[in-house]
C-alpha cells in the first residue's frame, strides 16, 4: 500500500468529456482545494475544442488565483493526455439534451412514460447505444497508454456502462458512480429525517457512527435496508417524515418530471415494500404504477414526460456562468464559493490520500448482499483506497424487491452485450425484459423508430 501511495503523490487526473457541465467545472474546484490533488495535474478532454478551451482558461484563472502548483493540460484528443494518468474519468454525452428528448417523446407515442430517460426503458437503453462505443474506445485507449489508471464511468445508464465495462474491458480496472448518494450528504440528510438531528449541520462524526443506514440496489433503483440508531429502528420516523412532505408537496415546479411527487410516490413504495426507496426521482420510472396504464392512485398523476426545452436553457445559463468568469464579468474569486467538491474527485482525493472514508460506488456485490450474485453490479458503500472498492456487508434484499433488482439487472446485462456486440436480437431481448415495455409490437416499434431518428449517432454496425 505505502509504495502505491508513492506513485501517486502527484496524481494525473483526466477527464474525458471536459464540457460536462456537471462535473468538469466541480473537477476543477477540488483538483485546486483538495492538498492532496493540487500538486498533481489535470488534464481536461473535449471533443468541442470551445468548449475545452472555455473550461481550460477557468482552470488556468483558478490555479492563478490560488497559488497552487497544479499543472494543466488540455486537448480536443484524449490520446494526448493519457500517459501518466492515474485516474480517468468519463464524463461525455453526444448531445444528450437533443437525444434524451427524442427517445422519450417517440417512447411516449407507444405507452411509455419516462420522467428522465437515461436509465431504463428505451431512453436509457439507446443512451448506451450512443454513449458506450465510446467508452469502449476509451477504454482501448486507456490499456495501451496508462493501463494502471483507474477507469471511473460517470455517464448513465451508470450501471450499464459500469457493467459493459467490467465485461468488455476487464483488463482496466474501473467502477461506476452516481452522484445520487453522495456521502456524507446523503446520511446527513436521512439523519435529519429521522430527527436524530434537527439540522443536517448538526451531523457529527460521532453520530454518523451509531446511525447504521444501510443502502443498496442497482443504481437508481437503490433502497434504505436499514436505518438503526442506537438499536431504535428509524425507518418509521424518515417514512413519516417523506409522509409529512407529501401532504404538502407542490407538483414539482421548475425542477421538472423528475421532481413531481416524489415525496407522495416515494411513500406510497414505502406502504407497499416497506423500505424507503432512496432515488425516487429515478426509481419512480421502474414501476409500472405510474406509467398510466390504469387506474392511478390520487392524487398523483401518471408520470410527466422529460422536458427537453427547459434542459437547454438550464445548459445555456451554466455556460454562460463559466463566460462570466472567463470573462472577467464576475470576480474568479467568486468562483471560490460558487462551486464545490463532487463525488468523483472526492473519491479520488480518499484512494490517493488514504483517508480511509467510505463512498457509494457500482461495483460487483462480492457477497455484500447476501442473496444476491457475487457478480450483480450493485450500488453499494464501499471501503476504497488505490486497491479500489471492497463493498461492505448489507444483508439480504427483500422479497419482492429481490425481484424486481433482478429484472432491472438483466435488463442492463443484456443491454451492454447488445451494444458491445452490435446484436438486434439481444437489443430486442433487453428492451423487452425492461421493466417499462408492455407489447411486443410497441417495442419493436420503438427500436425501429428510434434506429431511425438516432442514425446520425449510432454505431454504423446497427444499419448494415
Given at each position: 500500500?505505502?509504495?502505491?501511495?508513492?506513485?501517486?503523490?502527484?496524481?494525473?487526473?483526466?477527464?474525458?468529456?471536459?464540457?460536462?457541465?456537471?462535473?468538469?467545472?466541480?473537477?476543477?474546484?477540488?483538483?485546486?482545494?483538495?492538498?492532496?490533488?493540487?500538486?498533481?495535474?489535470?488534464?481536461?478532454?473535449d471533443t468541442?475544442?470551445?468548449?475545452?478551451?472555455?473550461?481550460?482558461?477557468?482552470?488556468?484563472?483558478?490555479?492563478?488565483?490560488?497559488?497552487?502548483?497544479?499543472?494543466?493540460?488540455?486537448?480536443?484528443?484524449?490520446?494526448?493526455?493519457?500517459?501518466?494518468?492515474?485516474?480517468?474519468?468519463?464524463?461525455?454525452?453526444?448531445?444528450?439534451?437533443?437525444?434524451?428528448?427524442?427517445?422519450?417523446?417517440?417512447?411516449?407515442?407507444?405507452?411509455?412514460?419516462m420522467c428522465s430517460g437515461d436509465t431504463i426503458g428505451p431512453g436509457g437503453i439507446f443512451r448506451a447505444m450512443r454513449e458506450f462505443p465510446v467508452i469502449l474506445e476509451c477504454a482501448r485507449d486507456v490499456e495501451a497508454l496508462c493501463p494502471d489508471a483507474w477507469v471511473i464511468n460517470y455517464i448513465n445508464p451508470a450501471a450499464t456502462n459500469g457493467i459493459g465495462l467490467c465485461r468488455h474491458a476487464p483488463q482496466i480496472r474501473s467502477f461506476a458512480l452516481c452522484d445520487s448518494l453522495h456521502m456524507p450528504h446523503v446520511?446527513?440528510?436521512?439523519?435529519?429525517?429521522?430527527?436524530?438531528?434537527?439540522?443536517?449541520?448538526?451531523?457529527?462524526?460521532?453520530?454518523a457512527a451509531r446511525f447504521d443506514m444501510r443502502i443498496a440496489g442497482v443504481n437508481h433503483f437503490t433502497w434504505m435496508?436499514?436505518?438503526?440508531?442506537?438499536?431504535?429502528?428509524?425507518?418509521?420516523?424518515?417514512?413519516?417524515?417523506?409522509?409529512?412532505?407529501?401532504?404538502?408537496?407542490?407538483?414539482?415546479?421548475?425542477?421538472?418530471?423528475?421532481?413531481?411527487?416524489?415525496?407522495?410516490?416515494?411513500?406510497?413504495?414505502?406502504?407497499?415494500?416497506?423500505?424507503?426507496?432512496?432515488?425516487?426521482?429515478?426509481?419512480?420510472?421502474?414501476?409500472?404504477?405510474?406509467?398510466?396504464?390504469?387506474?392511478?392512485?390520487?392524487?398523483?398523476?401518471?408520470?410527466?414526460?422529460?422536458?427537453?426545452?427547459?434542459?437547454?436553457?438550464?445548459?445555456?445559463?451554466?455556460?454562460?456562468?463559466?463566460?462570466?468568469?472567463?470573462?472577467?464579468?464576475?470576480?474568479?474569486?467568486?468562483?471560490?464559493?460558487t462551486f464545490g467538491p463532487d463525488h468523483a474527485t472526492d473519491i479520488i482525493e480518499t484512494m490517493v490520500g488514504g483517508l480511509g472514508k467510505q463512498f457509494y460506488v457500482n461495483t460487483f456485490n462480492d457477497g455484500a448482499v447476501a442473496n444476491m450474485a457475487d457478480d450483480a453490479f450493485l450500488e453499494l458503500l464501499c471501503h476504497i483506497d488505490m486497491d479500489g472498492p471492497r463493498p461492505r456487508p448489507v444483508g439480504e434484499m427483500p422479497r419482492g424487491l429481490r425481484g424486481l433488482q433482478e429484472q432491472v439487472l438483466d435488463a442492463h446485462e443484456l443491454t451492454a452485450e447488445a451494444v458491445a456486440t452490435c446484436d438486434r436480437g439481444l437489443l430486442r431481448r433487453a428492451m423487452l425484459t425492461d421493466p417499462l415495455l408492455s407489447s411486443i409490437a410497441d417495442a419493436d416499434a420503438i427500436v425501429r423508430e428510434l434506429l431511425e431518428a438516432e442514425r446520425d449517432a449510432l454505431p454504423a454496425c446497427w444499419f448494415e
Open positions: 500500500m505505502a509504495n502505491k501511495m508513492q506513485c501517486v503523490q502527484h496524481p494525473k487526473l483526466v477527464v474525458i468529456g471536459a464540457g460536462s457541465l456537471f462535473f468538469g467545472r466541480q473537477a476543477i474546484w477540488q483538483m485546486v482545494h483538495s492538498p492532496y490533488l493540487n500538486t498533481g495535474t489535470l488534464a481536461l478532454v468541442d475544442e470551445e468548449r475545452v478551451e472555455k473550461m481550460a482558461k477557468l482552470a488556468e484563472m483558478v490555479i492563478a488565483y490560488t497559488g497552487v502548483s497544479l499543472a494543466l493540460e488540455a486537448s480536443t484528443d484524449r490520446k494526448d493526455v493519457l500517459n501518466g494518468a492515474d485516474f480517468v474519468v468519463l464524463s461525455f454525452a453526444d448531445r444528450s439534451v437533443h437525444f434524451r428528448g427524442m427517445d422519450c417523446q417517440i417512447a411516449e407515442k407507444y405507452g411509455v412514460r446520511k446527513r440528510r436521512y439523519a435529519t429525517r429521522a430527527g436524530i438531528v434537527a439540522d443536517e449541520a448538526d451531523h457529527t462524526d460521532e453520530i435496508l436499514k436505518a438503526e440508531y442506537e438499536g431504535q429502528d428509524m425507518m418509521p420516523a424518515i417514512a413519516e417524515s417523506i409522509r409529512r412532505d407529501a401532504v404538502t408537496e407542490t407538483d414539482g415546479g421548475d425542477k421538472g418530471a423528475k421532481a413531481k411527487f416524489n415525496s407522495a410516490i416515494g411513500y406510497t413504495l414505502y406502504e407497499i415494500y416497506g423500505y424507503v426507496p432512496v432515488c425516487v426521482a429515478h426509481t419512480k420510472e421502474y414501476m409500472h404504477f405510474w406509467q398510466g396504464l390504469g387506474v392511478t392512485p390520487e392524487p398523483i398523476p401518471p408520470l410527466s414526460i422529460w422536458e427537453t426545452e427547459p434542459r437547454y436553457e438550464r445548459h445555456a445559463a451554466m455556460w454562460q456562468q463559466v463566460d462570466d468568469f472567463v470573462s472577467g464579468a464576475v470576480p474568479i474569486a467568486d468562483c471560490m464559493t
